[in-house]
């Protein structure tokens, strides 16, 4: 069975830094993409990064281009989120998903066949 799990999330400062990691089990988890996605309070959830199943391919969301990093350790099956220069608009709870074929990562939520438990980031002005 498949597991994600996140970690990392918290109460941080607008400008300051937060790492998301998410620990996957359960597969190998270097045949396959990966992405993060977040859901605000009355907001639908959306795609925030994602990467291909040996890191050499990313794309990030506009919003947080230049702010934001993923990447993997496939030798720890482990999926990270670097946040830098965050912004209150960044608050919201966090989720790491993995596609359940696919080697490439993907910006529709779909497109994932298992997900986190999510991760709580909230940014203070």
């Known amino acids: 069975q498949v597991q994600l799990v996140e970690s990392g999330g918290g109460l941080v400062q607008a400008g300051g830094s937060l790492r998301l990691s998410c620990a996957s089990s359960?597969?190998?988890?270097?045949?396959?993409?990966m992405g993060w996605f977040r859901q605000a309070p009355g907001k639908e959830r959306e795609f925030v990064a994602a990467i291909n199943h040996d890191g050499t391919s990313t794309r990030l969301a506009d919003s947080v281009k230049g702010r934001f990093t993923i990447s993997r350790d496939n030798t720890q099956s482990t999926l990270y989120l670097q946040m830098h220069s965050l912004k209150p608009e960044d608050t919201a709870v966090y989720f790491c998903?993995?596609?359940?074929?696919?080697?490439?990562?993907?910006?529709?939520?779909?497109?994932?066949?298992?997900w986190g438990q999510g991760t709580q980031v909230t940014v203070s002005a």
């Open positions: 359960g597969r190998t988890f270097s045949s396959y993409g």
């Open positions: 998903a993995g596609r359940r074929y696919s080697p490439s990562g993907s910006t529709w939520n779909n497109d994932y066949a298992y």
